[in-house]
């Protein structure tokens, strides 16, 4: 990759390609408890912006600009109020929409509100999440219609996770289900389980070079990592990109329904949102029912601060050096770190706030990686250069019925076509094609 296209990549600030692109779509960016009517505002960086996000004391949410457009004071400090926020310095207030609604330290003939707004999002609250819309219409389109709409309310399950790190390069080990094997599996071998079982954790560490197959959709990207089974059968391993920053990664059986969002919160650090149904028991288990060596699945967390970068922080950061065990690490797992969620985000880190893709050397493993780079930076030219709306940005439909999971087949059995069928009984009108030139298929590289 040369730098100008790492560059196009990664950067999201107002005025960057990429930047633009992302301020089309709805951004997922607090948990609505975090906001509590008439309480405290909340510091909310956004695509390298700064805002402020409030919940008025009749409920109403407002994502705006934190600097008061007077003297420029932080609206932080700001009283919240009904209809609105004030600022404490000279006293102007600012309602959710960004509108300047009272200006006392004016007098009448001078004064001037209607005339002063500032920077604000449209706001829309759903699943127990707050969205934001930065994007150029005045009317937006609906939220992405992700299958999480189908999901029981008392199902529901919202997690947020910071990292200190580019979006792209967090997104990217989602859609690189090979790492799963020496990452998060290293070490664990056949006598951790039942022999002869099929089991999500036992077939990747004994089938390491999986065959890939990545393809173009109209929501982004798909693929599928095939391992053998035994004899007669094959293990898939089905997961997706969706535009701008989604994944919906393999991690449960066929049909879980469960999207990430890796939001950007600037270049050089971003947020996990993941929006989930009701999980299956964890499969992070042995044959005794004991976890797997560095499968722990509950998470350190640091107390929430009210700065730019603190919220939802882990207690592994690179300064205690993720909490590595050197001696766990050479007696059961390669990392030594603890919690799948936690290898991920050591080595994502690891690869410095913005990873230098010039010196990668990428594999056939890499494929599902390639091309979402290729479909991403297609898509922020043509909105840079012709004005060409991204994929799903106006069409939330796109998104419907697009679900990860692995499955179990018959070595004969074409995966797309069985997932198409899945897809047709979750209520999809049209198929996934291979499309010419578009679908990505590499070589078995072991017997099955």
Same mark, same amino acid.
């Given at each position: ?24 779509? /709805? ?26 996000? +409030? ?23 700001? $009283? ?18 960004? *509108? ?30 707050? /969205? ?28 947020? =996770?910071?990292?200190?790190? !580019? ?6 080990? @989602? ?7 020496? =990452?998060?599996?290293?070490?664990? &071998? ?12 036992? *077939?990747?560490?004994? !089938? ?28 898939? #391993? ?7 920053? %989604?994944?919906?990664?393999?991690? @449960?059986?066929? &049909? ?5 969002? /890796? ?15 009701? $999980? ?15 499968? #722990? ?10 700065? /730019?970068?603190?919220? +939802?922080?882990?207690?592994? !950061?690179? $300064? ?9 690490? #050479?007696?059961? !797992? ?22 230098? $893709? ?56 074409? %995966? ?5 069928? %899945?897809?047709?009984? %979750? ?10 030139? #578009? ?6 590289? *072991?017997?099955?």
């Amino acid at each position: 990759m040369r730098a100008e296209e790492n560059e196009l990549l990664t950067r999201v600030g107002p005025e960057a390609p990429m930047g633009r692109l992302m301020r089309q779509y /709805w951004l997922p960016c607090l948990k609505s408890s975090e906001l509590e009517a008439g309480g405290a505002p909340v510091r909310l960086r956004l695509l390298g912006e700064n805002f402020l996000a +409030f919940r008025s004391p009749d409920g109403t949410v407002g994502i705006v600009d934190h600097l008061c457009a007077h003297r420029c004071a932080s609206l932080f400090y700001g $009283r919240n109020e009904e209809h609105g926020i004030r600022c404490v310095y000279h006293g102007w207030k600012f309602a959710p929409n960004g *509108q300047c609604i009272e200006m006392p330290s004016e007098p009448p003939e001078t004064d001037y509100k209607e005339r002063v707004k500032i920077q604000a999002a449209k706001v829309v609250e759903r699943y127990g999440v707050v /969205w934001a819309y930065l994007g150029p219409l005045e009317t937006p389109p609906e939220l992405p219609e992700f299958d999480v709409r189908f999901i029981p309310e008392e199902e529901l399950t919202i997690q947020f =996770l910071f990292r200190e790190c !580019n979006w792209l390069q967090a997104l990217e080990g @989602d859609i690189d289900t090979c790492h799963v094997g020496f =990452l998060h599996l290293g070490g664990i &071998g056949p006598d951790h389980f039942e022999p002869g079982s099929l089991n999500y954790y036992r *077939q990747l560490p004994e !089938n390491l070079a999986p065959r890939y197959e990545a393809l173009e959709t109209a929501y982004g990207t798909a693929y599928v990592a095939s391992r053998h089974a035994g004899p007669e059968n094959s293990y898939h #391993r089905i997961g997706h990109f969706a535009f701008p920053f %989604w994944t919906a990664a393999p991690s @449960d059986p066929l &049909g879980m329904i469960r999207w990430r969002a /890796w939001l950007p919160v600037d270049d050089e650090h971003s947020m996990l949102i993941i929006i989930s149904g009701h $999980r299956p028991p964890p499969l992070t288990l042995d044959k005794h029912g004991e976890p797997l060596p560095g499968g #722990r699945t509950e998470l350190q967390m640091l107390p929430n601060t009210t700065d /730019w970068y603190g919220r +939802f922080r882990l207690a592994n !950061n690179p $300064r205690n050096d993720h909490l590595i065990d050197r001696q766990f690490q #050479r007696e059961q !797992n390669f990392t030594g770190i603890q919690g799948i969620p936690t290898q991920d985000q050591a080595i994502t880190e690891s690869m410095g706030p913005i990873e230098d $893709r010039t010196k990668e050397h990428l594999g056939t493993s890499d494929r599902m990686i390639m091309l979402t780079r290729r479909r991403l930076m297609r898509a922020a030219l043509a909105l840079a250069e012709q004005g060409t709306v991204p994929p799903g940005a106006e069409a939330p439909e796109v998104f419907r019925h697009a679900r990860a999971g692995f499955i179990v087949l018959p070595r004969e059995r074409d %995966w797309l076509d069985e997932y198409n069928q %899945w897809r047709s009984d %979750w209520g999809a009108q049209a198929p996934i094609e291979r499309l010419s030139g #578009r679908a990505v298929r590499t070589p078995t590289t *072991q017997q099955a």
